[in-house]
Protein backbone atom coordinates (compact mmCIF):
# COMPACT_ATOMS: atom_id res chain seq x y z
CA UNK A 1 0.00 0.00 0.00
CA UNK A 2 1.36 3.32 -0.61
CA UNK A 3 -0.09 6.68 1.29
CA UNK A 4 -0.38 9.65 -1.17
CA UNK A 5 -1.32 13.08 0.02
CA UNK A 6 -2.08 16.07 -2.68
CA UNK A 7 -0.64 19.56 -2.31
CA UNK A 8 -0.41 22.75 -4.35
CA UNK A 9 -4.01 23.68 -5.04
CA UNK A 10 -5.72 27.06 -4.40
CA UNK A 11 -7.78 29.63 -6.16
CA UNK A 12 -6.68 31.56 -9.14
CA UNK A 13 -7.45 33.39 -12.23
CA UNK A 14 -8.49 32.13 -15.25
CA UNK A 15 -5.19 32.05 -17.08
CA UNK A 16 -3.23 31.89 -14.37
CA UNK A 17 -0.76 28.60 -13.63
CA UNK A 18 -0.68 26.08 -10.67
CA UNK A 19 1.29 23.12 -9.94
CA UNK A 20 -0.36 20.13 -7.65
CA UNK A 21 2.12 17.35 -6.08
CA UNK A 22 1.43 14.28 -5.25
CA UNK A 23 4.30 12.60 -2.39
CA UNK A 24 3.85 9.32 -1.76
CA UNK A 25 5.02 7.13 1.12
CA UNK A 26 5.19 3.29 1.65
CA UNK A 27 5.56 0.84 -0.75
CA UNK A 28 8.37 0.99 -3.67
CA UNK A 29 7.41 3.77 -5.58
CA UNK A 30 9.80 3.10 -8.63
CA UNK A 31 7.25 0.62 -9.42
CA UNK A 32 4.12 3.09 -8.63
CA UNK A 33 2.31 4.46 -11.67
CA UNK A 34 0.16 7.69 -10.55
CA UNK A 35 -2.67 9.46 -12.25
CA UNK A 36 -4.34 12.69 -11.38
CA UNK A 37 -8.30 12.46 -11.72
CA UNK A 38 -10.77 15.15 -10.99
CA UNK A 39 -14.26 16.27 -9.37
CA UNK A 40 -16.36 18.81 -9.60
CA UNK A 41 -19.30 19.80 -7.60
CA UNK A 42 -22.39 17.36 -9.01
CA UNK A 43 -19.74 15.65 -11.41
CA UNK A 44 -18.37 12.03 -11.76
CA UNK A 45 -14.84 12.09 -11.27
CA UNK A 46 -12.88 12.20 -14.27
CA UNK A 47 -9.60 10.97 -15.58
CA UNK A 48 -6.98 13.95 -16.07
CA UNK A 49 -3.14 12.37 -16.73
CA UNK A 50 -1.44 9.73 -15.82
CA UNK A 51 2.25 8.60 -16.51
CA UNK A 52 3.73 5.01 -16.36
CA UNK A 53 6.07 4.62 -13.99
CA UNK A 54 8.86 4.25 -16.59
CA UNK A 55 7.73 7.68 -17.60
CA UNK A 56 7.47 5.84 -21.59
CA UNK A 57 3.97 6.11 -21.28
CA UNK A 58 1.43 9.25 -20.55
CA UNK A 59 -2.23 9.84 -21.62
CA UNK A 60 -4.13 13.00 -20.55
CA UNK A 61 -7.58 13.81 -21.10
CA UNK A 62 -8.71 15.67 -24.07
CA UNK A 63 -9.88 18.89 -22.12
CA UNK A 64 -6.63 19.17 -20.51
CA UNK A 65 -4.33 18.40 -22.87
CA UNK A 66 -2.02 21.32 -24.35
CA UNK A 67 -2.25 22.81 -21.25
CA UNK A 68 -1.74 20.18 -18.23
CA UNK A 69 1.50 18.73 -18.45
CA UNK A 70 2.25 15.31 -15.32
CA UNK A 71 5.83 14.40 -14.08
CA UNK A 72 7.39 12.71 -11.75
CA UNK A 73 10.78 12.97 -9.77
CA UNK A 74 11.49 9.37 -8.10
CA UNK A 75 14.05 10.73 -5.36
CA UNK A 76 11.75 12.95 -4.04
CA UNK A 77 8.73 10.02 -4.49
CA UNK A 78 6.31 12.78 -5.74
CA UNK A 79 4.56 13.42 -9.12
CA UNK A 80 3.96 16.56 -10.18
CA UNK A 81 0.65 18.16 -12.72
CA UNK A 82 1.93 21.41 -13.79
CA UNK A 83 -1.64 23.04 -15.06
CA UNK A 84 -1.56 26.34 -17.69
CA UNK A 85 -3.55 28.40 -19.03
CA UNK A 86 -6.62 27.74 -15.84
CA UNK A 87 -10.21 27.96 -17.34
CA UNK A 88 -13.19 28.02 -14.98
CA UNK A 89 -14.05 24.63 -16.17
CA UNK A 90 -10.55 23.25 -14.48
CA UNK A 91 -12.25 24.04 -11.06
CA UNK A 92 -12.95 20.74 -9.10
CA UNK A 93 -11.12 18.58 -6.26
CA UNK A 94 -8.08 17.20 -7.67
CA UNK A 95 -6.90 13.66 -6.67
CA UNK A 96 -3.94 11.89 -7.27
CA UNK A 97 -4.23 7.50 -7.39
CA UNK A 98 -1.41 5.10 -7.46
CA UNK A 99 -1.15 1.28 -8.45
CA UNK A 100 1.34 -0.85 -8.47
CA UNK A 101 2.77 -2.65 -11.02
CA UNK A 102 6.06 -4.56 -12.69
CA UNK A 103 4.85 -3.34 -16.09
CA UNK A 104 6.61 -0.52 -17.41
CA UNK A 105 3.80 0.92 -19.99
CA UNK A 106 1.20 0.46 -17.63
CA UNK A 107 -0.58 3.85 -17.21
CA UNK A 108 -4.17 3.43 -16.70
CA UNK A 109 -6.89 5.90 -17.45
CA UNK A 110 -9.71 4.71 -15.64
CA UNK A 111 -10.26 5.42 -12.21
CA UNK A 112 -11.04 1.31 -10.88
CA UNK A 113 -7.86 0.46 -11.99
CA UNK A 114 -5.65 2.39 -9.19
CA UNK A 115 -5.61 0.95 -5.97
CA UNK A 116 -4.52 3.43 -3.59
CA UNK A 117 -5.73 7.29 -3.42
CA UNK A 118 -5.09 10.32 -1.83
CA UNK A 119 -7.70 13.23 0.07
CA UNK A 120 -7.66 15.64 -2.49
CA UNK A 121 -6.84 19.46 -3.12
CA UNK A 122 -9.23 21.99 -4.27
CA UNK A 123 -8.36 24.16 -7.27
CA UNK A 124 -10.62 26.76 -7.99
CA UNK A 125 -10.19 29.07 -11.60
CA UNK A 126 -12.31 32.50 -11.27
CA UNK A 127 -13.53 34.02 -14.35
Known sequence: QVQLVESGGGLVQA???LRLSCAASGRTFSRTTVGWFRQAPGKEREF?????????????????????TISRDDAKRTVYLEMNSLKPEDTATYYCAAVFSLSRTLAPRRASEYTDWGQGTQVTVSS
Open 15 to 17: GDS
Open 48 to 68: VATLSWSATITYYADSVKGRF
